[in-house]
């Protein structure tokens, strides 16, 4: 597709339960990244990918958390154990890396709406 | 003390008038800044990016930058109510890697 694209768009768990949560990024971008954006606040870092690697994880909050990139596309992130305060926008991003086209925008998908009742 | 602060607002003016957005950031070492909007219910969307000292203008936004005191900018002239959103602000320590964001500015454009 021609933007990032993020599955499910909503997701009802209870509490206990593990969820993924999928993106697809622009085709050419290497670069991927996790947000997390709670009610009334900007987005919080997570996770950031380059290529198959996870390059930068310190955002991810406790060993709940955890996201793959197996072929270097698409990823996903993985909550376990969901707990209420997990309640949030996911968001994901994908941009290019240093080269003739990069700018350094980050291209946001529509969000994964996660609520753990 | 967060990485990059911005007033939370709401800051509300009438249209057609200047709306000015402020944002610091305490990492010395931030290389580039870029203004996102976000409206309700959707993803945030680059309005501007800026990496040098200075002003950087686009239409009726201007963004302005100044390393020395840590303090990024964003004018809108002729604000519409199409304007209204939440702004935020984001930094980057080097020339890729993470972006992080202020907790925003709602503007409110009024007729």
């Known amino acids: 597709g021609a933007g990032v694209s993020q599955t499910p768009s909503n997701k009802v768990t209870e509490k206990g339960k593990y969820v993924e949560l999928r993106c697809d990024p622009i085709s050419g971008h290497t670069a991927l990244y996790w947000y997390r954006q709670s009610l009334g606040q900007g987005p919080e870092f997570l996770i950031y990918?380059?290529?198959?690697?996870?390059?930068?994880d310190s955002g991810l909050p406790n060993d709940r958390f955890f996201a793959v990139r197996p072929e270097g596309s698409v990823s996903t992130l993985k909550i376990q154990r969901t707990e209420r305060g997990d309640s949030a926008v996911y968001l994901c991003?994908?941009?290019?890396?240093?080269?003739?086209?990069?700018?350094?925008?980050?291209?946001f998908g529509e969000g994964s709406r996660l609520t753990v009742l | 003390q967060k990485e990059v602060e911005q007033n939370s607002g709401p800051l509300s003016v009438p249209e057609g008038a200047i709306a000015s957005l402020n944002c610091t950031y305490s990492?010395?070492?931030?290389?580039?800044f870029f203004w996102y909007r976000q409206y309700s219910g959707k993803s945030p969307e680059l309005i501007m990016s800026?990496?040098?000292?200075g002003d950087k203008e686009d239409g009726r936004f201007t963004a302005q930058l100044n390393k020395a005191s840590q303090y990024v900018s964003l004018l809108i002239r002729d604000s519409q109510p199409s304007d209204s959103a939440t702004y935020l602000c984001?930094?980057?320590?080097?020339?890729?890697?993470?972006?992080?964001f202020g907790q925003g500015t709602i503007l409110t454009v009024h007729p």
């Open positions: 991003a994908s941009s290019l890396t240093l080269g003739g086209a990069w700018t350094g925008e980050l291209f």
């Open positions: 800026i990496y040098s000292n």
């Open positions: 984001a930094g980057r320590p080097s020339s890729y890697g993470k972006l992080t």
């Open positions: 990918f380059q290529g198959t690697g996870a390059a930068d």
């Open positions: 990492d010395r070492g931030s290389q580039s």
